[in-house]
């Protein structure tokens, strides 16, 4: 039997080993970038995740800032090689990575907000302060600026707290119409002044806020619920919708309801201050799943909390009690407990109302209870040396009390409703204690009494108790 090869059948086997070529071709060339992708976001990720750990191992304790009422995201800045980082600033919002700077990262901690210092433009901080520390082309010499916001909204709307990020402004009020709003956000910039991107209405009003990403934890003025979470969008419209709220359980059925005054957010953790009630005024909530709120204890202090501030496993709460600065211990967030108490003369008259944390220095403001005797002061400030026995502070007497606290490494800034003199400037000395000796050519008369103050970047900001206004203060230059 005679056998005939095709040469048909062979020009078929051809194409297909053409079209097998091509396609391996293609298959390796797809793997290929896979695993350049891979490797990219491997060493991207290690990058990260070395900062993280070095952060969470207590290696730049000594140069975090936290600046503003409680915010305590991070930026790294470091020199890293373009090349193996990727787009690492986009991670999370209020995190970054600066790779054009040849520094250390020792050299380079710090929060978002503000700068180190906003007199002298210090280096730690802010990214504006470190790029004008080292660019010679910018003048050395500042001077002090004010801006004020007219914010497009109802003049009678109670503003009750603030944060400010890049230049947006998140606002919580409380009013007795059922239907204003009670979250606001606005863009302070721009050639028109200030524009409001998004208000929401949650319900019954908010006393306090804390800007956690891309959410806003609020204390609810309300015996219905206390805690709201508020989600926001990622859009240039920033629209917020309300993603749950948590009321606080009774200590027993005809306990009264708690109605909330202050608010902290720490490592998923919130710290909520409440009213006087039957039952704890000092709540401490798990919110790491924001969707499934849990309170994990709490301590009852029979008194209104008015500012908590929380570091080192140390809540720092200022009260309307007798003793006005308490400390709590809560490494242990289940068993609180009161480790502290500071009770400085005149507490029947006035409050502590609020608290700062900058470096090693606890700064602790009050009231002056409606008027001054100089004896009683109104701000207390703590070194590292006196900080855990609370002994031996440096105090001032500020006529009008203390509302607002924001420190630097060389100045103290207070935010105070004494007439003439509501932004207040206090010049540390070589000991770190303040100084008056140049406080009467740097204090600014605002024309309406500061409900509290923030900070960010090179700003601090100042929002007014009865009128829609928000100030903003910086070092301009000459």
């Known amino acids: 039997m005679t056998y005939r090869k095709s040469y048909k059948d062979n020009g078929f086997i051809l194409l297909d080993i053409i079209l097998a070529l091509v396609l391996s071709t293609i298959f390796v060339s797809l793997q290929t970038g896979a695993i350049i992708d891979s490797h990219r976001l491997y060493l991207d990720a290690k990058n990260r995740n070395q900062y993280i750990d070095a952060y969470e191992a207590g290696s730049f304790e000594e140069d975090i ?12 800045s470091v020199n890293i090689d373009a090349a193996n980082v990727g787009s690492t600033s986009e991670y999370l919002p209020f995190v970054s990575v600066n790779r054009d700077l040849d520094i250390s990262l020792g050299d380079f901690v710090g929060t978002p907000m503000c700068s180190n210092d906003f007199s002298s433009k210090g280096p730690i901080g802010s990214y504006i302060a470190l790029m004008r520390d080292n660019d010679p082309s910018f003048p050395n010499n500042p001077i002090l600026s004010t801006t004020a916001y ?114 902290f957010y720490n490592d998923g953790i919130i710290f909520l201050g409440t009213e006087k009630r039957e039952g704890p005024e000092f709540v401490i909530i798990d919110v790491s799943d924001p969707l499934n709120l849990n309170m994990m204890g709490g301590v009852e202090i029979n008194s209104k909390i008015n500012d908590i501030f929380v570091r080192n496993d140390k809540a720092y709460i200022a009260t309307a009690a007798p003793d006005q600065l308490q400390v709590m211990d809560v490494s242990d967030p289940v068993l609180p407990e009161i ?32 008027f001054n005797i100089r004896a009683d002061h109104e701000i207390f400030s703590w070194g590292s040396t006196t900080l855990d026995s609370l002994t031996d502070p440096v105090s001032m007497d500020i006529g009008g009390g203390v509302y607002g606290i924001v420190r630097d490494r060389s100045h103290l800034f207070l935010a105070s409703r004494e007439n003439d003199r509501e932004f207040q400037i206090y010049k540390n000395d070589a000991s770190g204690s303040e100084s008056e000796s140049e406080s009467e050519s740097n204090n600014i008369s605002l024309p309406v009494a500061p409900q509290t103050i923030t900070c960010d970047n090179d700003s601090i900001y100042i929002l007014a108790r009865t009128a829609p206004v928000i100030y903003s203060i910086s070092y301009g230059d000459q």
């Open 339 to 370: 480790v502290n108490v500071f009770s400085p003369s005149g507490w029947s008259r006035q409050e502590g109302k609020v608290i700062s944390y900058f470096e090693d220095s606890l700064d602790f403001g009050r009231t002056s209870g409606g």
């Open 65 to 76: 800032r936290p600046f503003g009422n409680d915010l305590f995201e991070k930026i790294f």
């Open 150 to 263: 007219l914010l497009p909204i109802d003049p009678l709307l109670p503003l009750t707290d603030f944060e400010v990020r890049g230049g947006v402004a998140y606002v919580s009020a409380d009013s007795a119409i059922a239907s204003d709003p009670d979250i606001l956000i606005f863009r302070l910039g721009g050639t028109d002044g200030p524009e409001l991107l998004s208000s929401i209405n949650t319900g019954p009003g908010i006393v306090s806020l804390s800007l956690v990403q891309d959410r806003i934890f609020a204390a609810a003025g309300s015996t219905a619920f206390g805690l709201h979470v508020v989600k926001m969008g990622h859009s240039d419209s920033m629209n917020m919708e309300l993603e749950n709220r948590y009321k606080l359980p009774l200590p027993f059925a005809t306990a009264t309801p708690a109605m909330a005054s202050s608010i």
